[in-house]
């Protein structure tokens, strides 16, 4: 089954404590992506990948990191956690750029 | 910068009915926009996306316009039903790398 998923689900950590957030798509799709979904502000772009080894900050990049090892995976790291990186988060792939892009399930992360 | 508004915030239609959801943005140098549906604590789901060079595009119930001049797109859901109770997003694709601005959504209930 075509899917991207995203482990863990749900997460609760402490301020400071490094976390990684894992996605990883089956399509062979070239460019994947991550968001954050907060209430009243919609969906925004945290980093994307237009395929491995290239990646480039959205429109929220402070506080997280990504990489791009294999077409397949494009794990989001937060280094340090606060209490304002709480959020829903959800990764997302597409064949190319301006093709559908598709999402996981979403982690729900918060940080005390 | 694009911005996306989704007017109204939420919406509440007895089954059966006929409704549009309206998204307006506000840079018309778009390469496509999407529209997506997202259920409570779910990811989201690609409902349509229709190409800058599109005026609609459908699938099964639904129909989704889109006016570049006017910066708005529009979906149409026909002959609605419960199971289309959800948050609908639209999402315009700006920009040369990949910009996908979402509005903050739709709520819609479909009651019996």
């Known amino acids: 089954e075509a899917q991207v998923t995203q482990n863990p689900r749900y997460l609760i950590t402490v301020t400071g404590k490094k976390l990684t957030v894992t996605c990883s798509q089956n399509?062979?799709?070239?460019?994947m992506s991550w968001y954050r979904q907060d209430p009243g502000l919609g969906l925004r772009q945290i980093y994307y990948?237009?395929?491995?080894?290239?990646?480039d900050k959205g429109d929220v990049p402070e506080g997280y990191k990504v990489s791009r090892k294999e077409k397949r995976n494009f794990p989001l790291i937060l280094e340090s956690p606060s209490p304002n990186q709480t959020s829903l988060y959800f990764c997302?792939?597409?064949?190319?750029?301006?093709?559908?892009?598709?999402f996981g399930p979403g982690t729900r992360l918060t940080v005390l | 910068k694009q911005e996306v508004t989704q007017i109204p915030a939420a919406l509440s239609v007895p089954e059966g009915e006929n409704l549009v959801l309206n998204c307006s943005f506000t840079d018309s140098a778009i390469y496509n926009l999407q529209w997506f549906r997202q259920d409570p604590g779910k990811g989201l789901t690609s409902l349509l996306l229709i190409q800058s060079s599109q005026r609609e595009q459908t699938s099964g119930r639904l129909n989704a316009s889109l006016d570049k001049s006017s910066g708005r797109s529009t979906l149409y859901i026909a002959a609605s039903q419960p199971g289309d109770s959800a948050t609908y997003l639209c999402a315009a694709h700006t920009g040369t790398a990949s910009k996908l601005t979402f509005g903050t959504g739709t709520r819609l209930q479909v009651t019996l």
């Open positions: 399509m062979n799709h070239e460019y």
């Open positions: 997302a792939s597409s064949a190319n750029w301006v093709d559908t892009q598709y």
């Open positions: 990948s237009m395929n491995v080894e290239v990646t």
